[in-house]
Every structure is written in C-alpha cells, then in structure tokens.
C-alpha cells in the first residue's frame, strides 16, 4: 500500500480522537474509493453521450419501414 498524507484543521482532528472508536483509515480509503467511483461514472456516462452524438440519426420513416419489414416477413 502507498501512503497518502491528509491535512485537517486542529479541531477536526481533536474531534477525531474523541471519537477513537471509529478506525479513521479505513473511513478515508472508503471516501476516497466512493468518489473514484463517482468519477469514473460521470466520465463513462460522458463517453457515451459523445459515443452517441457521433452516430448519425436515422433516416425519417426508418423505424415504421423496420417494423413493416419484420411483420411482413411473418
């Protein structure tokens, strides 16, 4: 594991120590991990959209022309 170091304010950190029971790295690698993960999902949704606008839209009637095709060859 590598070691990331985290500056608090004074009274953030004595609050911290009043509440010693709360195991404090493991709180900071999940907050870390969850917005990773946030991150990593805006940018996927953002490649999408982009992935999307690239594609040309269909032609006007396509849709009605497929599903006639695909009953008419029932």
Do not use: C, F, H, T
Request: hydrophobic letters at 45%; proline letters at 7%; glycine letters at 2%.
């Amino acid at each position: 594991m590598s070691v990331v170091s985290v500056k608090v304010p004074k009274a953030i950190k004595e609050k911290m120590k009043k509440y010693g029971s709360v195991n404090w790295p493991e709180e900071i690698r999940r907050a870390i991990m969850a917005k990773i993960e946030e991150v990593e999902r805006i940018q996927a949704v953002e490649e999408a959209i982009k992935l999307l606008e690239a594609i040309p839209p269909a032609p006007s009637g396509a849709a009605e022309a497929l599903v006639r095709e695909d009953r008419d060859s029932n």
